[in-house]
């Protein structure tokens, strides 16, 4: 497994952008897919976006596609989440994870190291 330490939220008015970094700490990371995931009050933790151990490969969930670019730096050992045109539905806990495996994965079960999260909050 990997740790994993997230930073870059906060509160931005809508329509702002936010940049959220994770960063790893393990030899392994380089070989595992990662994603981002978010988890809003009184509802589920659901994907938003994963990218493939190379970068060659990014998914991302219909509500955020457009907006949000996934990418990472395998030499800095961090994946970053570009969130631009945020929406007051963006607000939630946002999450970095790493999959088991390299390949671009969506289910959450897929993935084996979680970070603590943070707090992204859209404002009117």
């Known amino acids: 497994q990997v740790q994993l330490v997230e930073s870059g939220g906060g509160l931005v008015q809508a329509g702002g952008s936010l940049r959220l970094s994770c960063a790893a700490s393990?030899?392994?990371?380089?070989?595992?897919?990662m994603g981002w995931f978010r988890q809003a009050p009184g509802k589920e933790r659901e994907f938003v976006a994963a990218?493939?151990?190379?970068?060659?490969?990014?998914y991302y969930a219909d509500s955020v596609k457009g907006r949000f670019t996934i990418s990472r730096d395998n030499a800095k050992n961090t994946v970053y989440l570009q969130m631009n045109s945020l929406k007051l539905e963006d607000t939630a806990v946002y999450y970095c994870?790493?999959?088991?495996?390299?390949?671009?994965?969506?289910?959450?079960?897929?993935?084996?190291?979680w970070g603590q999260g943070t707090q992204v909050t859209v404002s009117s």
């Open positions: 994870a790493a999959n088991r495996g390299g390949l671009v994965a969506t289910k959450t079960t897929t993935y084996d190291s």
């Open positions: 990218i493939s151990w190379s970068g060659k490969s990014t």
């Open positions: 393990g030899r392994t990371f380089s070989n595992k897919a």
